[in-house]
């Protein structure tokens, strides 16, 4: 393993973030919540909606003493307290973020279920706690996570940095799971809505109907919690609890080939007021100029204000709604928020992201494979690290003498490298390298595999659907054309503040690449089926009649004289000459 250089410490410092938040309202009463929506036009046509409610609570769970909970929800907090967690993040993702079509993400998340958690140094026994945590958020969400186990956890030494106070280094309190066959539902939605402070009864949330949410492109759910600064002075310790929903329609479809599009066509209801709970509740619709035609687009009603925003190295125009705003309401007792194209839409060149890839499986045959990764940097004059982080099933026998990169046709060495060995039925591959990604290039990244042979009990119902594979993790600085200034965490929007920028030349950016769907030798199950059904048709015939041989008893029966009605008649038939019966 090669040492960490300087550039690693610094990329990590980075994608860790401060994790500081100002005085907000509602800080002295001990409990805030804030909720945003962010409704954002994508350039394919589509519509992006992202839903943020941030519950701050200037507590101190890590000490156990809380009785007492107002906004933050308790099954959570006893589960932070109990556990010893200092982190958790969990995200369930239905569907995949094309990246080169609708660009950044605003919360990026792998397909399937994903969770990763920060414990405590003070925790014994870190994968006990680990199992125990999993199997209790498998019953709070009814997710399949008690799945998790040693077969598909890692502890990645460089990706998944704290992202509040704590800036650790010690890996070995981390725990990171991905199920990338997780689907997700409405009984996924209806216990992550329960957590809410005022439910789905008032406030942005009347807007999550399932039956919509579901009828969409993209789907995913997260749970963020970490602790926080109280205030500047960071002498008090709080804790943040982040629900974020994010989900994809596709109105150029169910609009008839037109972008207009409305919350009540995307939600079936509208807004009527916000939650009584909040201080602060607001709609955001970016209406930044596309090919720097403003007079294209037209929001309906009237916005209270204009936000104007960096945001992933592009500058942005916000149209922003308050909910909270006593003249929101005057005109109307309701809000549906439109936005409509003035002249017909041409298609559109697709902004191509700065940072993207994709990831696919090669080769033929059920022996032996190749897995490829493809990283996009479309800068067109700066280079930037990127940490890679692979997990792959102890089923592939990755060989790693075969790990090549390649940038511009040339080999490119990486700067840092870890690689733990799978073991067989025990633990998964863990790859994770820093890389040097030149301007303008595309880098390569492949390494062979070999299939393994599974006994016949460890096959899924379905083997012939073949097996998945975790998707690869980027995490970047990605340099922005823009300088960003330093904001106050608290006074920003939600979307912009849970990776706040380190400096004001970067963001960080966390991708993921597609999960693949690996085959692998399966026997003919239907021979078992076959030898097992003519074996007991064997069985019974040749069985039962041997049975039936031996447990059989045979009884000569002498033929009876008959009773007296049978000697009366043959007394009868004897007078009238008649042969007796």
């Known amino acids: 393993m090669m040492a960490v250089g300087p550039l690693l410490l610094l990329l990590l410092l980075g994608a860790a973030g401060p994790g500081l938040g100002g005085p907000g309202p509602g800080s002295g009463s001990g409990a805030a919540l804030r909720e945003e929506l962010l409704l954002r036009p994508l350039p394919a046509g589509d519509v992006a909606a992202a839903f943020q409610f941030r519950t701050r609570w200037d507590a101190d769970l890590r000490r156990g003493a809380v009785s007492h909970y107002r906004l933050f929800p308790k099954a959570l907090g006893q589960l932070v307290a109990a556990q010893g967690v200092r982190e958790l993040h969990l995200a369930l993702t239905q569907g995949f973020w094309r990246t080169q079509s609708w660009g950044q993400p605003p919360l990026g998340a792998p397909a399937g279920a994903e969770l990763w958690v920060w414990f405590q140094d003070s925790v014994p026994d870190i994968d006990k706690a680990w199992k125990e945590l999993s199997n209790i958020l498998s019953g709070i969400f009814c997710a399949s996570l008690n799945f998790i186990d040693s077969t598909n956890t890692v502890t990645p030494t460089a990706s998944f940095k704290p992202l509040g106070l704590a800036n650790g280094t010690d890996h070995r309190l981390l725990r990171y799971a991905v199920l990338p066959r997780e689907v997700v539902c409405t009984e996924n939605l ?10 789905s009864k008032a406030g942005l949330a009347v807007l999550l109907k399932a039956e919509r949410l579901f009828h969409s492109s993209y789907h995913s759910q997260a749970v963020h919690i970490r602790p926080i600064c109280r205030d500047a002075s960071c002498l008090a310790v709080s804790w943040e609890l982040r629900q974020t929903l994010t989900v994809v329609f596709d109105s150029f479809t169910s609009g008839q080939g037109k972008k207009d599009w409305s919350l009540f066509k995307m939600f079936s209801r509208t807004l009527t007021d916000a939650c009584p709970l909040a201080s602060e509740s607001k709609v955001y619709v970016d209406i930044s100029p596309k090919n720097k035609e403003k007079e294209l687009l037209e929001v309906t009603p009237t916005p209270t204000s204009v936000h104007e925003a960096v945001v992933q190295g592009d500058k942005r125009t916000y149209a922003v709604y308050d909910l909270l705003s006593p003249s929101l309401f005057n005109s109307s007792r309701n809000l549906n928020v439109q936005l409509k194209w003035k002249r017909p839409q041409g298609s559109q060149e697709l902004s191509t992201p700065v940072l993207h890839a994709q990831r696919y499986v090669s080769g033929y045959g059920l022996q032996t494979g190749e897995i490829s990764t493809l990283i996009h940097n479309t800068h067109p004059y700066r280079a930037f690290p990127v940490i890679l982080l692979e997990t792959v099933p102890w089923y592939l026998r990755l060989y790693v003498h075969t790990l090549t990169i390649i940038t511009k046709g040339k080999e490119n060495k990486p700067s840092y490298i870890h690689y733990q060995p799978a073991q067989d039925r025990k633990r998964p591959h863990l790859l994770e390298m820093l890389i040097q990604l030149p301007a303008n290039s ?15 009990t460890e096959y899924t119902p379905d083997p012939n659907h073949g097996f998945y594979v975790s998707p690869s993790v980027l995490s970047a600085l990605v340099p922005s054309i823009i300088a960003m200034k330093d904001v106050d965490v608290e006074e920003s929007p ?21 999960p693949l769907l690996v085959n692998l030798p399966t026997p003919d199950f239907s021979m078992p089926y076959n030898v097992i059904c003519l074996t007991c048709t064997v069985v019974a015939v040749c069985y039962g009649s041997f049975y039936n041989l031996l447990t059989r008893t045979f009884h000569v029966e002498e033929p009876s004289r008959g009773g007296l009605a049978k000697r009366l008649a043959n007394v009868i038939r004897k007078f009238r000459g008649v042969p007796p019966l």
């Open 190 to 199: 209806t216990p992550w809505k329960k957590l809410l402070p005022c439910g």
């Open 442 to 456: 595309v880098t390569k990244v492949t390494i062979q595999f070999e299939r393994a042979l599974l006994k016949w």
């Open 494 to 514: 939600l979307f912009a503040s849970l990776f706040p920028s380190s400096d004001g030349s970067s963001y960080f950016v966390r991708l993921y690449t597609e």
